[in-house]
């Protein structure tokens, strides 16, 4: 059992339902000694459930009974052997006996499979196993009119053919010892043989098949120290990564947050008023932003309200990049601005002139400001 145990340690847990088995089978039994050997050789047939606790070792429950043949007695000489009067009619009675099961025997047995023993378990169940059995068990039998209860011990072996991962068929010999009349040695003169053969249904387990199913790898505990350790310092290393990142972020978020606090000074041209609206646009692009569309409105209201007066859109760029694009792109964003005001707001196009500056650093202090829309009126 000992040996079993270890040999458990390489597969998956396994659930109380898992692994369990039952299975019926018959064949023939005789008295181990005795002058009629072969006369005396007696039909018998047995149900079993078990159970393997692991691929080396199991439990199996069984019940026997052996099958009345009368030992050769014809109904001629039945008076002689039963004091009970024989009927015709007794559905139990098979050549003169008032049973048709003379004999029984149920008991315990310990398997151990001994390929998985001494050979490991490879993860399935070999064409052929051999597997030794021992127990313990009551027996009862009838003769002459008598009977008798007495403890029994089998030893013997099952040469298991897999036929499928869960069908198995069995050829078992074994003996079986009988403690009767205060009895209790091994005495082969109180033993009979016995021959069987049958077949046994692996019941589904929760692991997805019929059989113990190996774990993807076994660690060792030096194995699993070695990893925790390694796990400990990478969490370690992590955690002063990530206090890194942490102090990094805080200090760009102080940065971005002293530059929007910064004045945004407006130069202006002296020889015209401009308007305070300016409106922004993302680098590359010349798009207005509905953020930057209440500029563009402002503007519209303003130019409503002073129905005489022109106003010149002027388009810029900031200096990164190729300065024939950033040309484009100021004479973009104007004529975007252009278009805003007269569909969108539906200022008449004659009030308004555009223009294309270019890149430039003059407008605004911080360079990413100058990607600007800026408003002129026209005195």
Known sequence: ??????????????????????????????????????????????????????????????????????????RSNLTNVYPYTYAASNPFAWKGYHTVFDFTN????????????????????????????????????????????YVTAKFGLDFNFNVTSALQLSLRPYIIYNFQ?????????????????????????????????????KYTQAEMDEMNARINGLRN???????????????????????????????????????????????????????????????ATYMKNHPNSHVTIKGYASPEGDKELNQKLSEARAQAVYNMLTKTYKIDGSRLSKQGLGETTEVFDEYDWNRVCIFEENK
């Not at 009629?36 to 393997?52: Q, S, W």
């Not at 023993?117 to 127990?135: D, H, I, N, Q």
């Not at 978020?253 to 530059?259: C, I, K, S, T, Y």
Request: net charge neutral; hydrophobic share 40%; charged share 15%.
């Open 181 to 217: 009349d205060n009895n209790t040695d091994l005495d082969i003169n109180s033993s009979y043989l016995n021959l069987t053969a049958g077949l046994a249904y692996k019941l589904p387990n929760s692991n997805g098949t019929h059989n113990f199913k190996l774990c993807d790898k």
């Open 237 to 299: 290393d992590y955690e002063g990564k990530l206090a890194s990142a942490n102090n990094t972020i805080k200090g760009l978020q102080d940065a971005l947050a002293a530059e929007k606090a910064k004045d945004k000074t407006v130069i202006v041209n002296k020889n015209t008023t401009q308007l305070a609206p300016v409106v922004i646009v993302d680098q590359g692009k010349s798009v207005i932003n509905k953020s930057q569309q209440a500029s563009v409105q402002m503007i």
């Open 106 to 149: 149920v008991g315990l047995d310990a398997l151990f499979n001994l390929n998985n023993l001494f050979a490991g378990y490879a993860g399935a169940p070999r064409p052929v196993e051999v597997v030794a059995s021992a127990g313990m068990g009551w027996g009862w039998y009838r003769y002459a009119g008598d009977h008798k209860d």
């Open 1 to 74: 059992m000992a040996l079993g145990a270890s040999a458990q340690e390489t597969v998956m847990g396994s659930k109380l339902t898992d692994n369990w088995f039952i299975g019926i089978g018959g064949g023939v039994y005789e008295p181990t000694v005795g002058q009629n050997v072969f006369k005396d050789l007696r039909p018998t047939a047995y149900f079993e459930i078990g159970r393997y606790l692991t691929p080396v070792f199991g439990l199996r429950a069984n019940g026997s009974v052996g099958i009345n043949n009368n030992n050769g007695n014809s």
